[in-house]
C-alpha cells in the first residue's frame, strides 16, 4: 500500500469536515454584498448600523476563535464542533425572524460566536496521518476560496427571489446540514494529536506577538478584510445608483471572481515556484491601492465600477492565497498552529473594523469617502510592506520520533542536514518540527534520518 495515499477514513474527514467548514463560511459571505441594500428596508437601518451588522460577526470570531480552539483539547473537537453549529443555527434564526436592524444585529453576533475554525483544523489533524495532513489543509484552503466565490453569486439570487429572512433561514438550514454531517460523516476519534503545526498550543503566543514578521503578515489580513468589508458596505449601491439593479448583482460577482481565480495562478507560481513572493506581495498591495481609487472615481459610471471590482478581485484572491503560505514560512518550528490562530482572530478583527467603520463613513459622509478611506489605508498598507523582507522559502514538517533518542544529538543531527534551516524536537510529545527547503530534501529523507538516530 502507498502510505502517501489517503484511507477511507482520512477521505471521509478531509471531504466532511471540508464540506461543514464551507457550510459554515457561506454564512459569513453570502450576506455580504446583499445586506447593505436590502438591510436598509428594516426598521432602524442606517448605514453605520448596517456596517455594525456586517461588522459584528468579525467582531464575535476574533473574541472566541481563540478559546473555543483551546477548549477542543478539553471537551472534545466534535462536541464543541457541533455547539458552535448550534449557536449559529440560532444566531440565524434570529435574524430571519426579525423586523430589526437590532435583530439583524443580535443574530450577527450570535452566528460569529459559534467559533469553530480552530475545532475543525484540530479533528482534522487527529483524524489524518503526517504524511496526508497538508494536502487535508490544503483541501480546506481550497474550499474557503470557492466557498467565498459561490457566496457572493448565491447571495444576491436568493435575496432577490425570496428576501434577505429566506436567506437566513437558507444559512440556518445549511449549518443544521453541516451538524448532520459532523455526526453521521465525519470519524470520531478519543484520541488527541498534539500538533503545534495545525492547532494553537499554550505558552506560545508570546514568541509568535512578538515576532516583527509575523506582526506584519497579520497587518496584512487585517488590512485587506478592513478593505473588503468597507467597500461591500458602500458598493452594492453604487451599482443601483450606476442602473444596475440588486438582483443582477451576482453576474458581476461571477464573472469578477472566475476571471480572478483565473488570473492569479500564473502570479502564485511565481511568487512560490519561481520565489519572487516579496515582489508579488507588495504589487498586490499597490493594486488594491488603484482598485480603491476607480471605485472611489468610478460615480455612477457602470463600467468603471466593473474595472475597479475586478482590480479588487484580482488583487485579493491572490493575497488570500500567498499569505497563509506566508505564515506557514515566517513561523519558527512548532509555531505554526498559533501563528495561524493569531492570524485568524487578525482577520476576523479586519472584519469587524472594516464593517464598522465603512458603515460609519458612509452614514456621515458618503459612498466615495469609503473607497478614499480604504485607498489611504492600502498606502498605510503598502508601507509596511515595503519593509518586509524576502521570506525564507521552506515547509514545515512535523515528524513522529517512533523511539528513545537523545534529543541534543538528534537536533544536531538534522540542523546539519542538507535543506534544514530550523528544528524544535519535544520529547515529551515525541515529535520533531523541522523547517526544510523541498528543492532540497523532502519528508521521507528527514524521517529516514530520525530513523537513523
Keep these: 500500500m502507498n502510505d502517501n495515499k489517503m484511507t477511507p477514513l482520512e477521505l471521509r474527514a478531509t471531504w466532511g469536515l471540508g464540506t461543514v467548514f ?16 436590502y438591510g436598509m428596508a428594516l426598521q432602524g437601518a442606517t448605514e453605520g448600523l448596517i456596517g455594525l451588522a456586517i461588522g459584528i460577526y468579525g467582531l464575535a470570531q476574533a473574541i472566541f476563535q481563540i478559546p473555543f480552539g483551546l477548549i477542543s483539547d478539553r471537551v472534545g473537537r466534535k462536541p464543541l464542533i457541533i455547539g458552535g453549529l448550534l449557536i449559529f443555527v440560532i444566531g440565524s434564526v434570529v435574524a430571519a425572524t426579525t423586523t430589526s436592524i437590532w435583530g439583524i444585529i443580535l443574530g450577527r453576533a450570535l452566528q460569529g460566536s459559534g467559533a469553530i475554525a480552530a475545532a475543525v483544523m484540530a479533528l482534522l489533524s487527529d483524524l489524518t496521518r503526517e504524511q496526508n495532513r497538508t494536502k487535508a489543509m490544503a483541501f480546506i484552503g481550497i474550499s474557503f476560496g470557492v466557498t467565498f466565490a459561490i457566496a457572493m453569486v448565491i447571495g444576491p439570487i436568493v435575496t432577490h427571489l425570496l428576501g ?90 461571477l464573472a469578477t471572481m472566475l476571471i480572478a481565480f483565473v488570473g492569479v495562478v500564473p502570479f502564485i507560481i511565481i511568487a512560490e515556484v519561481k520565489r519572487k513572493m516579496k515582489i508579488v506581495f507588495v504589487s498586490c498591495v499597490a493594486l488594491l491601492i488603484v482598485a480603491e481609487l476607480v471605485l472611489w472615481q468610478a460615480g455612477a459610471h457602470f463600467w468603471t465600477l466593473v474595472a475597479g471590482v475586478q482590480l479588487f478581485f484580482f488583487a485579493f484572491n491572490l493575497m488570500e492565497a500567498i499569505l497563509p503560505s506566508l505564515i506557514s514560512k515566517e513561523s519558527p518550528p512548532g509555531y505554526k498552529g498559533t501563528a495561524m490562530g493569531v492570524y485568524s482572530t487578525s482577520q476576523f478583527l479586519g472584519v469587524a473594523i472594516g464593517g464598522s467603520l465603512g458603515g460609519w463613513v458612509f452614514q456621515h459622509v458618503d459612498a466615495q469617502a469609503v473607497f478614499l478611506m ?80
Excluded at 22 to 37: A, D, E, H, W, Y
Aim: with cysteine; proline share 5%; net charge neutral.
Design 164 to 253: 434577505l429572512h429566506a436567506l437566513f433561514w437558507m444559512i440556518a438550514v445549511l449549518a443544521t446540514l453541516g451538524i448532520i454531517i459532523t455526526l453521521v460523516i465525519v470519524p470520531s476519534t478519543t484520541e488527541h494529536v498534539l500538533n503545534r503545526e495545525s492547532g494553537m498550543v499554550k505558552g506560545t503566543f508570546r514568541q509568535v506577538l512578538a515576532n516583527p514578521r509575523l506582526l506584519k503578515l497579520n497587518a496584512g489580513i487585517l488590512f485587506l478584510h478592513i478593505l473588503l468589508m468597507s467597500s461591500f458596505v458602500a458598493l452594492p449601491g453604487e451599482f443601483e445608483h450606476a442602473g444596475f439593479p440588486p438582483s443582477e448583482h451576482w453576474k458581476v460577482y
Design 22 to 37: 464551507s457550510l459554515r463560511m457561506l454564512g459569513m459571505f453570502m450576506v455580504l454584498p446583499v445586506l447593505t441594500t
Design 374 to 453: 480604504g485607498s489611504v489605508l492600502a498606502v498605510v498598507w503598502l508601507l509596511i510592506s515595503l519593509t518586509m523582507k524576502e521570506p525564507p522559502y521552506v515547509s514545515s514538517l512535523r515528524v513522529v520520533i517512533e523511539h528513545e533518542c537523545n534529543t541534543s544529538s538528534l537536533e544536531q543531527r538534522l540542523r546539519h542536514a542538507p535543506g534544514v534551516s530550523n528544528v524544535l524536537v519535544i520529547p515529551e510529545e515525541r515529535a520533531a518540527y523541522v523547517k526544510i527547503d523541498s528543492k532540497i530534501t523532502n519528508r521521507q529523507e528527514i524521517e529516514a534520518l530520525i530513523a537513523a538516530s
